[in-house]
């Protein structure tokens, strides 16, 4: 039988990687599957293959009512997106007492390092690729990003 420790550390695992959906067989014959979507199912007895993957792309999550992004759009339409290039952790600093690589009102280039998408207890520094100057940051420190999920707005003239 899995512990529940055992079972949030595996949906901790799945919701960090690219895996759409995990299956696993236990000792005995229960048996787990976790999705992406959110939804686990309950441990079932029935024989299943040891460990599988699926490859499909998982969903965005759901937008918590809090969030920045049920704000009101910009208004200027000519507004660039800096996107996480992974799933991961976001951070502002590269470190809690150093400063934020940048605040709302910075000007920025295109080699400019905006952030840290923590994936994997990997540190990878994401650069603006676009110049400009930041006009919203759309996510909070220490806040869990997606493939693809807007960081950053830039006013680019």
């Known amino acids: 039988m899995f512990t529940m420790d055992e079972i949030k550390e595996l949906i901790r695992a799945v919701d960090e990687s690219s895996v759409g959906e995990l299956k ?92 840290i998408v923590e994936a994997m207890k990997l540190m990878n520094e994401l650069e603006a690729e676009t110049s400009g100057e930041i006009v919203d940051i759309l996510v909070d420190d220490g806040e869990l990003v997606e493939y693809g999920q807007p960081l950053f707005l830039v006013d680019p003239r």
């Open 24 to 115: 696993i067989q236990g000792e005995t014959e229960e048996k787990i599957t976790i999705k992406k979507e959110g939804t686990a199912a309950a441990p079932a007895v029935q024989p299943a293959p040891a460990v599988q993957s699926g490859q499909q792309p998982a969903p965005a999550p759901a937008v918590e009512s809090g969030s920045k992004e049920n704000e009101a759009p910009h208004k200027n339409e000519n507004l660039k997106e800096i996107v996480s290039p992974m799933v991961g952790t976001f951070y502002r600093a590269p470190s809690p007492e150093a400063s934020m690589y940048v605040k709302e009102g910075d000007r920025v280039k295109e080699d400019s390092v905006v952030c």
